[in-house]
Nanobody
Framework: QAQFVESGGGLVQAGGSLRLSCAAS????????IGWYRQAPGKQRDRVAS??????????FYADSVKGRFTISRDNAKNTAYLQMNSLKPEDTAVYYC???????????WGQGTQVTVSS
């Protein structure tokens, strides 16, 4: 079963940027859509972006709250997905996770996530 390791989080001021990385183990990475999810304290874990297996721009999904600010990409040769986050807002503060997406839902073991904190 694929495992995911997220990195790149940190503390940033509002308006700043971060780039998250999701390193996946296993040989099936390139066969699966990959999604980024986030969970703020006391809230449910929601998908913020996802990208199809081939990684074309037209095969992406963004939650309305991040459209125009976040960009998801992937490098199948490196078994890695990325989330470029620009114009960060305090409401983006959360732990960010990645996972494969099957039929629109996360399907796989969750990693430890990476904390993103945006100060106002």
């Amino acid at each position: 079963q694929a495992q995911f390791v997220e990195s790149g989080g940190g503390l940033v001021q509002a308006g700043g940027s971060l780039r998250l990385s999701c390193a996946a183990s296993g040989s099936t990475f390139r066969m699966n859509a990959i999604g980024w999810y986030r969970q703020a304290p006391g809230k449910q874990r929601d998908r913020v972006a996802s990208i199809g297996s081939i990684g074309t721009v037209g095969d992406t999904f963004y939650a309305d709250s991040v459209k125009g600010r976040f960009t998801i990409s992937r490098d199948n040769a490196k078994n890695t997905a990325y989330l470029q986050m620009n114009s960060l807002k305090p409401e983006d503060t959360a732990v960010y996770y990645c996972n494969r997406v099957v039929a629109g839902k996360p399907s796989g073991a969750w990693g430890q996530g990476t904390q993103v904190t945006v100060s106002s």
